[in-house]
């Protein structure tokens, strides 16, 4: 089991900055990979990003060059930094953890971008 606690977000200017904290129960070690996903009012859950056990990241286009994910593993946190946001990034961004062939999700949290 992974119990995933999300932290951060809120209401942004856009061209501004955001971080999100993702903290799971065990070491992230022990996770195969972790990320973060988003879900826009009308449409599907769609990937952010991912980090790997091994460090490996993965973005989606629409976000590589703004956002950064990084993993603190002393404190088995990831970490979304979230820069010079867009309207279009406005979302519930979930945090999401696979391991033991499962998949976990953590609690949404609203990231709202004006213009």
């Known amino acids: 089991q992974v119990q995933l606690v999300v932290s951060g977000g809120g209401l942004v200017q856009a061209g501004g900055s955001l971080r999100l904290s993702c903290a799971a129960s065990?070491?992230?070690?022990?996770?195969?990979?972790m990320g973060w996903y988003r879900q826009a009012p009308g449409k599907q859950r769609e990937l952010v990003t991912t980090?790997?056990?091994?460090?490996?990241?993965n973005y989606a286009d629409s976000v590589k060059g703004r956002f950064t994910i990084s993993r603190d593993n002393a404190k088995n946190t990831v970490y979304l930094q979230m820069n010079s946001l867009k309207p279009e990034d406005t979302a519930v961004y979930y945090c999401?953890?696979?391991?033991?062939?499962?998949?976990?999700w953590g609690q949404g949290t609203q990231v709202t971008v004006s213009s």
């Open positions: 980090i790997t056990s091994g460090g490996s990241t």
């Open positions: 065990r070491s992230i070690f022990s996770i195969n990979s």
């Open positions: 999401n953890a696979q391991a033991d062939l499962r998949y976990y």
